[in-house]
């Protein structure tokens, strides 16, 4: 490649080219019905947005808002959000750019000319042009069997699509035990809430019969900055260590830990009501020291921890850090995460997942990361540039097919 190459464009012309595996979403298979969120009035009352709406509407009570049925939330969102103010916010600025994309003039419709635009979408043919036009060739889902709209779907069957993948999601079963034994009993493992070890094995077959039968990918939880390992006195950590870790050491998948989420702090805004924490690193080192060979997929919620997760990996080769998750889903948080991760753990890192909760996300949360993550490696490629490393496209479009396919949730860690 000449030096007067213009490395900005090349690596983003890579970039929209390659297409990526989303590691992680809340999103659905079509195949299993409503659980699959779309179309404008869900994009609109996503939980980022509840939290932004009520701060442009403070005299509003939280419970009139959820009161509202939800094209009246939506309206609301709009009115306030996008007509009185500028949209100037990460979430508001998705809602704009999945707009354009999908052709739609924004300024210019009404929320009745764009509700009528979804009406109209067969969602097939919508799901392929949506996940056509953010470049996403296949996404995981966030699968939880205790979840009864979930669990009847899995039960009842359905032919999967071969684009959207499982991973089974351990919250509602092993967080705040022994709340989840009773629907584990419910379903026929007979745990009880001594953590005794039938109850462990019990919790095991649980675990290998869902991945079976959904053909999970890794098995994944959020922790809170709390968590601590080791800790004999505390049960999500006993639950991981002896039912979680061995069962996925048995069938060589990856475990996620999202780590650093205070849940539920303002309870009444229900998924918007959760909030950051800093996370104890060094837990997670003796984590993957103590387990060398299950590789861990890491992201965690405080910018603060970013720096000592890149640490971490360069550490222990199990630790995999994925993704600028939740409120560091920001392009100046994807661009200045990215960046270091570059400088320190080189191409060995899954750069991000979109945690989209609505299709359409799919457009903006890829769209707006594509381009700074471009950016950052452009940057990286400038650099080996100038330091008389031959830069070629093939180089550029081999790292990012490294960087993006989800190679690195299939890989095997040796034990050390
Ligand atoms: O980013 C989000 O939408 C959060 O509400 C959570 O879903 C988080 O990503 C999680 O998976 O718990
Ligand atoms: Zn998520």
Request: hydrophobic letters at 45%; one cysteine or more.
């Amino acid at each position: 490649m000449n030096k007067t190459m213009d490395l900005q464009k090349t690596a983003s012309a890579v970039f929209a080219r390659t297409p990526v595996t989303d590691i992680h979403t809340h999103l659905f298979d079509p195949a299993m019905g409503p659980l699959l969120l779309w179309g404008i009035d869900e994009l609109l009352t996503y939980h980022y947005l509840v939290a932004e709406v009520l701060r442009a509407r403070p005299e509003l009570g939280t419970k009139t808002f959820w009161a509202m049925p939800k094209a009246k939330q939506a309206d609301l969102v709009w009115q306030e959000l996008f007509v009185k103010r500028s949209p100037v916010s990460e979430a508001c600025r998705g809602v704009l750019t999945v707009l354009k994309a999908l052709g739609l003039d924004a300024p210019k419709e009404d929320l009745t000319k764009l509700r009528k635009y979804f009406r109209a979408q067969k969602l097939s043919s919508h799901v392929e042009r949506v996940l056509q036009l953010a470049g996403v060739k296949c996404v995981y889902m966030t699968n939880d069997p205790l979840n009864p709209s979930e669990q009847a779907a899995w039960e009842k069957g359905f032919a999967r699509s071969g684009r959207f993948l499982a991973a089974l999601r351990l919250e509602s079963a092993i967080k705040d035990w022994p709340q989840g034994a009773g629907a584990l009993k419910a379903l026929g493992y007979a745990v009880d809430s001594s953590l005794s070890g039938r109850t462990l094995r019990e919790v095991r077959r649980y675990l290998n019969d869902w991945v079976r039968r959904m053909k999970a990918r890794y098995l994944s939880t959020t922790l809170p900055p709390e968590w601590r390992y080791p800790d004999i006195h505390s049960s999500i950590t006993n639950l991981l260590v002896k039912a979680v870790i061995p069962t996925a050491r048995e069938r060589g998948l990856p475990v996620a830990l999202m780590i650093g989420v205070r849940k539920a702090v303002n309870p009444a805004l229900g998924d918007a009501g959760d909030s950051v924490g800093l996370a104890d690193l060094a837990a997670l080192e003796r984590l993957a020291l103590g387990f060398s060979d299950v590789t861990f997929l890491v992201t965690v919620l405080a910018r603060e921890n970013l720096h000592g997760l890149c640490v971490a990996a360069r550490k222990f080769k199990n630790i995999v850090p994925f993704g600028c998750w939740w409120f560091l889903n920001t392009t100046s948080f994807i661009g200045e995460i990215t960046a270091m991760r570059l400088d320190l753990i080189g191409l060995s890192f899954i750069p991000q997942h979109s945690d989209s909760r609505v299709l359409e996300q799919l457009i903006y949360k890829w769209g707006h990361s594509r381009c700074v993550i471009a950016e950052a490696l452009a940057q990286k490629y400038a650099d080996l540039a100038h330091s008389a490393w031959p830069v070629t496209e093939a180089n550029i479009r081999r790292d990012v097919a490294a960087l993006f396919d989800g190679r690195l949730i299939n890989q095997r860690t040796s034990i050390s």
